[in-house]
């Protein structure tokens, strides 16, 4: 939902300005490398976007992941001390509870995307 939230309101919105600035670059006083240049410059918020949003993915991934390794350590470590079944049924509560975690911090990640962006909620 954040995600498609996201691309909507403000990708969508940024690549429209790209659009729009690239055809103004477009004037037959012009010469190609002017025109190169200023679609270039029209591209750089939509680059600097995308930078963003693939970093803060992926830290959201490092930290899922990390969370994971963790449960895998005490799986790995009941395992050793013969604890069998248990350790199946820890892990999986480990991962259910990593995973949930992850989840109630998507509303954080996406008003921080959202902020980025200069996407307010009034845009839906």
Do not use: W
């Not at 004037?27 to 025109?35: A, K, N, V």
């Not at 989840?103 to 959202?114: M, Q, V």
């Amino acid at each position: 939902m954040y995600y498609s939230l996201l691309i909507v309101y403000g990708y969508n919105g940024l690549q429209r300005a790209y659009f729009k600035c690239a055809y103004e670059c477009f004037d037959r006083s012009r010469r190609q490398e002017e025109i190169g240049n200023c679609v270039e410059h029209c591209s750089v918020p939509v680059v600097n976007a995308q930078q963003i949003f693939e970093d803060e993915m992926a830290k959201f991934q490092e930290r899922l992941n990390r969370s994971l390794m963790v449960c895998q350590d005490k799986f790995e470590a009941a395992k050793l001390q013969k604890i069998g079944s248990e350790a199946v049924i820890s892990l999986e509560s480990c991962v259910e509870q990593t995973i949930q975690d992850n989840i109630k911090t998507l509303p954080h990640l996406a008003g921080r995307l959202k902020a980025s962006f200069s996407i307010n909620d009034e845009a839906k």
